[in-house]
C-alpha cells in the first residue's frame, strides 16, 4: 500500500449496511490523520452502487477494499474482482477473494466489525511508517511514538517488518486491556441507558445520534445496526444528523460549524427521543451544542467519550457518560465500537421480555 500511494494510487472502499461505515470510517483516517504533521493520503467512500461508480473512477494504481460482515457478500465480490482485472491491489473484509482476503472472526457481525476496526487503524498506522521509511529513511517524525524501534538508526526493512509485527500484537493486547477496564467501570452506566433507551422506544421514541470525523461514522454505524440490524434482532427507529451532507453543510456554512447537529436536533427532536453524541474529546463545540438543545427539549442524552470524559463528563452535560480512559484516538474509537454494540444487544434482550 505504501508503494502505491507513493505512485500515485488511492485507496477506495465500500460496503453495505452497516459495512458502509466502516469504508467511510478508513476513508476519514487516511485523509484527515489524528497524528499532528501527517500528511492527507488519498482515500474515497465509494458509497452506495458501487458497483456501477467504482469503474468509472478506478485506475490500476489503486487499492480497493470491500467490506462485508455477515458472510459473503456477492455485489462486494464482483467489484473487487472486477478491480483486481484492472490491476488495482484489493482486499476483502471479509470475504473469499482478492489480493488479501481476511475471513470472518466471529460469527457475530459486531464482533467482527469491532476486530476489523482494530485491523485497518493498525493498517493506517503502520502504511504511514512504511510511508515514510521508504520516502525518508529511518526519520519517521510523528509516527516515532507508535512505532519507537524506527528512530534507532539503521535497520533493514524485513527488520522493521518484525518489529512492527511485534508491536502490532502489543497494540491488540492493549486495546484488548481497554476494553476489559471500560467493562470493570462502565457496565453499570450501559446497563441504566440501556433501560432508559429502551423506556424512550417504548413511548415511541428514536435514536438521535451524532458526532465529527471517525465519531461521525461511528454514529452512523450505530444506527445502521438500529434500523438494519443483524437477523435475529428487531429494527429499532433511528436517524444520524452525521450522515446528512447537504444539511451539515448548508449550516455550517450559514450559521457555523457549532450549529450543524444542534440546528437539525430542532428539526427532528421528539421529547420521547434519545440522543446519542459520540466524541473521542468530550469537547466538540457542537456536540455540546446538540446536548444542550436535547436536554432543552426533554430528551434522554447519552455520551460516549473518550479521555477523561472532557466537558461532558465535568460539568454533567449529559444524562448518562460512557468514558474510555485512554489518550489515543484509535484505541478510544475501537473500544467506544464494543460498548454502542454491547448497548444494541442490551436493548434487544430487552425488548423481547
Known sequence: MSRRFLAGGRLLAFGNGSAATDAEHISVEFVHPVIVGKRALPALDVGPNFETRLPAILRPEDMVMGFAFSGRDKAVERALLMAEERGALTFALAGEVGAYPFDLPDEDPFVCQEVFEVLYHLLWETVHVYFEHREQGHDVGASSFLYPMLGKGEQRLEEVVREVQSSMLQKVEGVNSLRAATARTEAGTISEIAAAVSERLGRGGKVVAFGNG??????????????????????????????????????????????????????????????????????????????????????????????????????GLTDHALVVRSDYIPRIQEVQASIYHVLRGLVQELRER
Not at 443483524?230 to 450549529?259: K, R
Open 214 to 315: 471517525g465519531s461521525a461514522t461511528d454514529a452512523n454505524d450505530l444506527v445502521a445496526d438500529c434500523v438494519d440490524p443483524p437477523p435475529g434482532m428487531e429494527p429499532v427507529p433511528a436517524v444520524s444528523l452525521s450522515a446528512e451532507p447537504a444539511n451539515i453543510t448548508a449550516i455550517a456554512n450559514d450559521i457555523g460549524a457549532e450549529a450543524i447537529f444542534a440546528r437539525q436536533l430542532i428539526a427532528h427532536a421528539r421529547p420521547e427521543d434519545v440522543a446519542v453524541g459520540i466524541s473521542t474529546s468530550g469537547g466538540s463545540a457542537n456536540v455540546l451544542a446538540a446536548f444542550a438543545e436535547a436536554r432543552k427539549r426533554g430528551l434522554l442524552t447519552v455520551g460516549i467519550v473518550g479521555y477523561d470524559g472532557g466537558r461532558i463528563l465535568s460539568e
